[in-house]
């Protein structure tokens, strides 16, 4: 790819991910990005990643790809782990990015997302597919099989998604906005870890 092209894709990724973070993925204009990213031609989404979904992927495919090699470090220990240390191989690496300004970002992008996870349909979406994240779901899936039923082991994942997704970016604006943060980074990461294996240990409730 010539070396202008790299560059000016460059700009629009980070004029995106500063726009859907601040004003949302469906609100974001597609125009307003082009602007942001010094662009005149409002074609240039379309022309450098295909439409808009193909900008987002852009996003996500970065931040994906950089917490791989942590979770592909972590999984030959995982295959006999308990279910805590699953749930803390999966959350750590994504709360990483509330120590930088691009993560922070993407992190208020993905809880938009947290739906499209597929874990209830168990449908991997294009981004996760053969993903060291992937394998992770799974793993923390089968560490359920034997108390709960397959629905509602799903059920509970995809809770926890959305549990996950949402406290991180709630954080990452309260970084963003210098709030007072009542935890350290340690102990705010524990204290998640804890939440979401409370909750898919939680007893089935009635009729379950």
Partial sequence: MPRDATATRERLVRAAAELFAE???????????VKAAGQANDSAIGYHFGSREGLLEAILDRHIEAEERTRAADLPGLEQADLETRVEALVRPTAEELRTRDGRRFLRIIVQLSDRAGVRSHRVPGPLRGTALARQ???????????LPKEVRRERIAAVILLLTATLADRARRIDGRRTLSLDHERYVANVVAMCVGALRAPCGTGV
Avoid: F, H, K, N
């Fill in 137 to 147: 779901l799974d793993l923390l899936e089968a560490a359920l099989a034997q108390d």
């Fill in 23 to 33: 004003q949302g993925v469906d609100a974001a204009r597609s125009r307003d990005i």
